[in-house]
């Protein structure tokens, strides 16, 4: 598979990564552990070698499965993983608690250090901007774990443009990611001119909306108990109904090409930086072949100009978060 850099700090991955949190937690119950196992390492064989994680993902589970998962191909692999909740906290109105305190910081390294069984840590992100806790202090205590050799690279996940100047001023940052896709492009305002400026590369996540751009659904689907997508707006049965259209259009132009509306999706975002990469999610080979796929399709730029168009004209119904999420983004 085709490499990128995520811009200019010299981490370089396959093309398309593969987001893991959906083989622990978030879409229903937690499928087998051994097919997930073998779902990872089949994707290393496909050229996948950037793999996303987190120790709130279970919480722990994910990171152990992704551990045992890579044992066989340390140093083959770039694992990303991300500190920043307070696991077992009490949420606040409903929005779950953060700590990015320093000392939780090196604490939460040694815990993922373990779970990954990986003597260094590749790409280490703040999971979400803390305001508490200035982000001078969290970027200098990722800088001491640098040095220490315990985390090769910085990340931040959903921050702003002006947090992210901050901490890149402290220690520099290989990565940021947010969610990004035809039915979320909040990012292109700010962050992603940022990113550009800054040398940031870029790492979109639920590139495929959360499996609603796959045109895999529609008003009448239901989801498991459990589903993280339950309590989502966009997912209420008249928002699905009324963003079918941004998907009949991805349909549309994949057959033109004979590719699936998801492949369609993951070429837009390739299209947009050389710095950018995605990590759809997945719990079956299939689509995780299908997803590899859109990484040798070359939209033409009428392609590109008509989503374009599409995304502008039929901006996705319902927000992406209910606000005691949302309120912890672009912070």
Known sequence: MEKRKLGTSGLEVSALGLGCMGMSMSYGPAPDTREMIGLLRTAVERGVDFFDTAEVYGPYVNEELLGEAMEPFRGKVVLATKFGFDIGA????????????????????????KRLRVDAIDLFYQHRVDADVPIEDVAGAVKDLIQAGKVKHFGLSEASANTIRRAHAVQPVSAVQSEYSLWERKVEAEVLPALEALGIGFVPYSPL??????????????????????????????????????????????????????????????????????IPGTRKTERLDENLGAASLRLAAEDLADLARAASELPAQGDRYPESLERMTGR
């Open 90 to 113: 009490p949420a606040v109105q409903g929005t779950p608690a953060l700590n990015s305190r320093p000392e939780q910081i090196r604490k939460v390294a040694e815990a993922s250090l």
């Open 209 to 278: 909306g959360r499996g609603f751009l796959t045109g895999a659904q529609d008003e009448t689907t239901t989801f498991a108990s459990g589903d993280f997508r339950n309590i989502l707006p966009r997912f209420a049965p008249e928002a699905r109904k009324a963003n079918r259209s941004l998907v009949e259009r991805l349909g549309r132009i994949g057959a033109r090409h004979q590719a699936s509306p998801a492949q369609v999706a993951l070429a837009w975002l390739l299209a947009q930086k050389p710095w950018l990469v995605p």
